[in-house]
């Protein structure tokens, strides 16, 4: 008959077959997500930065030639006599013509075409230090006061000679955007005027068409369907063309990046995501000029960055959903026909034999059809752990693989145990040196260790053993021994390993020569209730193994003539288990 631990044992398996593949499956997708997000945000931040770098400089050339014009203009005498005339002057018909359009597109002229021609830098005027405009390139304006002008903002901003202040608003000019440019004129005196310099009282302002930024700003290419940069004044209004909305009105721009830019003592550049002026969810970057008096954002919709891992992750959730109702149908069956065995077996009373070899043949086959899906989902978590660099993704992926492993041995034991049973345990003898194998042994599970602190000592009293066994299978008896003392140590200790060359006697063995191994460890020792049925199946009071390994291992050694045995230290601190094999056919 099946008892009901086998059948639990069963059960588990196909239950953590499929949370195995469910586990996969989510952290496929989020790797694959994570992929294409770092992708996306590698390219919008070279998108923000090179722009911004791109516009930081157009703005620094616009500024140099407007602050050459400045200089140059302040030392005109012309242009010294104009803004020396008192206010009478100034409204006298004559003096208007004479300051008016002609004398500035002269002087401008004088210094070269680069202003006059220029299809980006328009209304260049001075104005005095209450925003009165006394020479224009608009004669409409002469007179007047700038529409835009605010005296404690622009005059007490741009009083130091040589620095532009410049202005990112939505200024109306022929329903364009501009962006202006205030310098201070150097103001000029006689050589017999002994009163210093303490101020400027006149600035130069000019407009800068924002289409000079189109190329760098409305070039989408390789953005996506929502993609789009743009800039952002230090008032939090866009002043570029948007996307998704009709420039006509002001669009406020009170995002993330742009309240880091302005809001923090030196301007901070912002990423992630974020809810932009629409209220909708992106993926963005930013540059920030406060120094200027802008931010570029470079952004994207977080929908249009994720639509294609979200539809591979409901694909494949359709295919685990799919795959967990076979596989649960699966498991139903296969239980329900268990039990329907078990019940068929005690109403006719059959031999206990004869039930027992029903039951290792099933198991056999359960555990050799549980163990084809096991490896190809463990290789495939060991190479999607390669791949990844988050760390608590990494993590994840260890469980997955412990765990797979674990169900690995664990099938592996299965097999093992009913090839014991049933009498086809297959030993394949070949000469190897012992103390090799050993030693491969302790550094595979050196290398392994991670939340432990195990020294491995390693003894060896005859120099090399050269052993005529099954190889595999006596490294399956140390590590199995091996592995046991690291699980009954706590933290940190010690597992002392010695090979001893002995004579034959009736503890021992039957052959005349023994190799005798023993591995010592000062861990918790083989509790007392334990000892009498240590070597028996599912032996176990720990829930770190299922009993099996010793039971395998004794039957390892006893199928090549050699004894094993175990007890607890006389020191009361660990434990000791040892084996002997003969020394036939061997130097």
């Given amino acids: 008959m099946y008892s009901n631990n086998k059948i639990k044992i069963i059960a588990s398996l196909l239950s953590a077959f499929i949370i195995l593949v469910g586990i996969i499956i989510i952290l496929s997708s989020n790797i694959a997500n994570d992929l294409l997000k770092e992708r996306i945000e590698n390219q919008f931040l070279s998108e923000s930065f090179g722009r911004g770098e791109a516009i930081r400089s157009l703005l620094e050339i616009y ?10 203009l302040s030392s005109d005498d012309d242009i010294r006599d104009i803004l020396s005339a008192n206010e009478q002057e100034r409204h006298s018909p004559s003096f208007r013509e004479y300051s008016g359009l002609s004398i500035l597109e002269q002087k401008i002229g004088e210094l070269g075409t680069t202003f006059v021609n220029s299809t980006y830098i328009k209304n260049i005027k001075i104005m005095d230090r209450n925003g009165n405009v006394l020479l224009s390139s608009n004669p409409s304006e002469i007179g007047k006061k700038a529409f835009y002008f605010d005296n404690e903002k622009h005059y007490s901003n741009a009083t130091n000679y040589g620095v532009t202040n410049i202005e990112l ?14 310098v201070p004129l150097r103001e000029q005196h006689n050589a017999s005027d002994k009163k210093e310099n303490s101020h400027n009282n006149y600035l130069i302002s000019a407009s800068l068409d924002t289409n000079s930024f189109n190329k760098i700003l409305l070039n989408r290419k390789g953005l996506g369907e929502s993609g789009e940069v743009y800039l952002v004044n230090s008032s939090k209004v866009m002043v570029s063309e948007s996307r998704f909305f009709n420039n006509t009105n002001p669009i406020a721009v009170d995002t993330l990046p742009v309240r880091q830019c302005f809001e923090s003592i030196k301007g901070k550049d912002a990423s992630g995501v974020y ?29 249009e960055v994720l639509q294609p891992t979200d539809n591979l992750r409901n694909t494949m959730v359709i295919v685990f959903v799919i795959s967990g109702f076979i596989l649960i149908v699966i498991s139903i069956v296969v239980i329900h026909t268990l039990l329907t065995w078990n019940k068929k077996l005690e109403s006719v009373n059959k031999q206990l034999q004869s039930q027992d070899k029903m039951q290792r043949e099933f198991i056999n086959i359960a555990a050799h059809e549980l163990k084809t899906p096991i490896q190809p989902v463990l290789a495939l978590t060991m190479h999607l752990r390669e791949k990844t660099k988050n760390k608590e993704q990494i993590q994840l992926l260890d469980v997955v693989i412990r765990n797979a492993q674990r169900l690995k041995k664990l099938s592996d034991d299965i097999l093992d145990v009913t090839k014991i049973e049933s009498n086809s345990l297959n ?84 052959k005349k020569n023994v190799v005798v191994v023993s591995v010592k460890d000062n861990g918790n020792g083989i509790d007392f209730e334990m000892l009498p049925k240590l070597f028996t199946k599912f032996a176990s009071k720990s829930f770190q193994g299922t009993g099996l390994g010793l039971y395998i291992s004794k039957k390892i050694v006893e199928a090549h003539g050699g004894v094993f045995w175990a007890g607890n230290n006389n020191d009361g601190t660990g434990a000791t288990f040892s084996f002997s094999l003969p020394l036939e056919n061997s130097d």
Avoid: M, W
């Fill in 63 to 72: 500024s140099n030639q407007i602050n050459h014009l400045a200089y140059r």
């Fill in 169 to 182: 608003n939505k200024v109306r000019d022929e329903n364009r955007q501009l962006i202006v440019f205030n």
């Fill in 275 to 303: 809810n932009d002026y629409r209220n909708i969810p992106i993926i963005g970057f930013s540059y920030c000029a406060k120094d200027l008096g802008f931010v570029l954002l470079a952004e994207i919709d977080k929908s």
């Fill in 427 to 510: 030993i394949n003898k070949e000469q190897f040196i012992l103390d090799e194998l050993i030693s491969d042994t302790i550094k595979d599970f050196e290398s392994n260790l991670k939340d432990k602190e195990i020294k491995f000592e390693y003894h060896n009293f005859n120099n090399a053993h050269n052993l005529f066994a099954d190889k595999n299978r006596i490294g399956q008896v140390i590590s199995n021994i091996i592995g046991n003392s690291v699980n009954f140590i706590n933290k940190e200790g010690t597992i002392s390993i010695t090979v001893e060359k002995k004579k034959n006697n009736d503890s021992i063995g039957d």
